[in-house]
């Protein structure tokens, strides 16, 4: 693989941008490698400076479900820009992609657009403690909610003490109203709302958890959170940036039958462009500004061109209904993972749901971070590499999920079976 190019460009990248990167793990520092810059991307394919080609499982770390530059995304996207990229007063289009979350989510009334998952979060967690008149929330440990202040307590491969922040820069106070739980661990959620009765605004949960690695909810762990926030007059938010759309027209919620209180979406939403939402019931929605006192805002919210190719993906998703043909094509790279592994002798478990997966090398059953933990990220480390030299990018840490999108065809998940059967570690 020749690497000339992006080695030159990010050489000058870290001149003038921290670590030569926009967000940190692109930096492709726990798979001890150099980062590879793009150039452009088709369907399936990713395309760098050197003009390498790779078959891509990140897409873009979950948006590009349609594949990349999918034509009818891209013509919605000039059509739309033709008339001007953004005037800060009401469009149609935003009503519309409303009413198609409003319709695809049985939970949502209303729903507000952002221009991030992490605005979607930070709304909902101020929306939930607005509306309850109490500080304290529930998160996951190994959950992802975006880099809010408040919930960067053992996100991932944070630090897993009680109340302390996983990154430099956050005060104590920000975090001392966040109680962090075991994932698919509902009985621990029992014991801190017992341990603070009147005091929780909300538990926050990805009701599948797609930033520890894919790991699915165990049965009945979400019904139970349900009945817990319900008890307890407390909020369910789902944060459903990754899983809202990927895994069923709709959210994780649909499949699990599980009503949130609030939901937050992002990613497909957009269809490659910034956004973010947060939905939820009527009566809880109004407490935002104008309607009420919780007070949200945004320069650039529901920009008509993120807007435009956010439709366009979701109209095109609603039409093409491709979620049973991505999950058989998903359990067949799976399958055939597992057996070229087997025969190895390489010790991995792989988590499956829909077209998300994440191969861990790691011998136990991984439900919730401490086994997550328990991976060999060296071993998943020289994997990537040799993955990436044979043609393949995958998200270049351990902990992370990977995708397939509707332009993977058998002959990708075949090239992809060949290069893991020439792998050796
Ligand atoms: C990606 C992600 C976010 C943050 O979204 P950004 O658009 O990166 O701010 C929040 N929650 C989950 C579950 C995510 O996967």
């Not at 949502?108 to 930070?122: H, Y």
Request: hydrophobic letters at 40%.
């Amino acid at each position: 693989m020749q690497n000339r190019k992006s080695a030159q460009l990010f050489k000058k990248a870290q001149k003038v941008i921290p670590g030569g990167v926009n967000s940190p793990v692109r930096a492709f520092k726990s798979v001890g490698a150099a980062p590879i810059f793009i150039q452009k991307a088709k369907g399936p394919w990713l395309y760098d400076e050197d003009a390498n080609r790779y078959i891509d499982y990140c897409g873009s770390w979950g948006p590009m479900i349609l594949g990349h530059a999918h034509k009818d995304v891209l013509a919605a996207v000039k059509k739309t820009m033709a008339n001007g990229t953004s005037y800060g007063i009401p469009t149609r289009l935003e009503t519309q992609l409303a009413e198609m979350i409003v319709a695809a989510f049985p939970s949502i009334d209303k729903v507000r657009l952002v221009s991030s998952g992490t605005e979607a979060v930070m709304t909902a967690i101020r929306l939930a403690r607005g509306a309850t008149a109490r500080d304290k929330v529930v998160k996951f440990v190994g959950c992802y909610h975006g880099h809010v202040d408040s919930l960067l307590v053992s996100a991932g491969s944070g630090l897993m003490t009680l109340g302390t922040p996983s990154s430099r820069g956050i005060p104590k106070d920000f975090v001392k109203n966040t109680l962090p739980a075991p994932y698919n661990n509902a009985d621990a959620v029992e014991k801190l709302f017992a341990k603070y009765p009147g005091q929780i605004a909300a538990v926050i949960v990805e009701p599948v958890a797609g930033n520890m690695g894919v790991v699915p909810p165990k049965p009945g762990f979400l019904k139970k959170l349900r009945t817990l926030c319900t008890k307890n007059r407390a909020l369910l938010i789902f944060d459903e940036v990754i899983s809202g759309f990927r895994l069923t027209y709709g959210g994780a919620q649909t499949i699990y039958k599980t009503k949130a209180d609030l939901t937050t979406l992002g990613k497909i939403i957009g269809g490659g462009f910034p956004i973010g939402a947060v939905g939820g019931k009527a009566s809880i929605m109004n407490k935002l500004a104008p309607e009420g006192a919780v007070y949200q805002a945004g320069t650039l919210s529901g920009n008509p061109v993120c807007v435009a190719a956010g439709i366009e993906t979701l109209r095109q998703l609603k039409t093409q209904n491709p979620y049973k043909k991505l999950a058989v094509l998903t359990e067949y790279l799976c399958d055939g993972m597992t057996e070229q592994l087997d025969r190895k002798g390489i010790g991995h478990k792989i988590n499956r749901i829909g077209s998300m997966f994440t191969l861990f090398f790691n011998d136990t059953e991984v439900t919730d971070y401490t086994t997550a933990a328990k991976s060999d990220t060296k071993q998943y480390a020289k994997y990537f590499r040799h993955m990436l030299n044979s043609g393949v990018y995958l998200p270049p840490s351990q902990f992370e999920a990977n995708f397939i999108s509707t332009t993977h065809k058998k002959t990708h998940i075949d090239q992809t079976l060949q290069a893991i059967e020439n792998l050796k570690l």
